[in-house]
């Protein structure tokens, strides 16, 4: 019997039992247990906490702020991706699970120079999100309510 402070590797069975169970499809499939995904550290360019909640903050900038709010900044020449910023959004979810919040309360906004044709494309094309401009080279986009901003 396993000493009760022994912890239990559960990977490698649950590994082996989805293989087993997929095993008709082997030639077609790749199975990669605990994969790595970054080299480095995952580190978002700059994390702004609002410390209090009722403030209204009245800068193009900060419009949309709730209390956590995650900033990507992209160097003049460089240009924002649509897997730039699905990265970014990855970030979010990430902190949000750590930090236990609602993904809700958290903003995401990318500074860029150029304006994000090849992103603002994508997400007109997805239809549960909307896009608006409420401002030259600023773009609110919303999933449902919630609104993300691409500046």
Known sequence: MPDST???????????????????????????????????????DLLIIKKLSDIKIEKNIGRI?????IMEYKSPGDFLT?????????YAYL???????DIRE????YVVSARPDSVLYYL?????ISVEQPADGIYYTSLGHKFHKLA
Not at 65 to 69: P, T
Not at 95 to 101: D, G, I, P, S
Not at 106 to 109: D, M, W
Request: charged content about 30%; glycine content about 4%.
């Open 6 to 44: 022994e912890k239990i590797q559960w990977h490698p069975a649950f590994y082996d039992a989805i293989k087993a169970e997929l095993d008709d499809y082997s030639p077609y499939l790749s199975f990669i247990p605990e994969r790595q995904l970054t080299s480095e550290p995952l580190r978002m």
């Open 124 to 128: 007109g094309q997805r239809t549960e």
């Open 82 to 90: 649509v897997d730039g910023y699905n990265k970014v959004f990855g």
């Open 65 to 69: 702020f709730q209390r956590d709010n």
């Open 106 to 109: 958290i903003t995401v906004t």
């Open 95 to 101: 902190y949000a699970c750590l930090e236990k919040l």
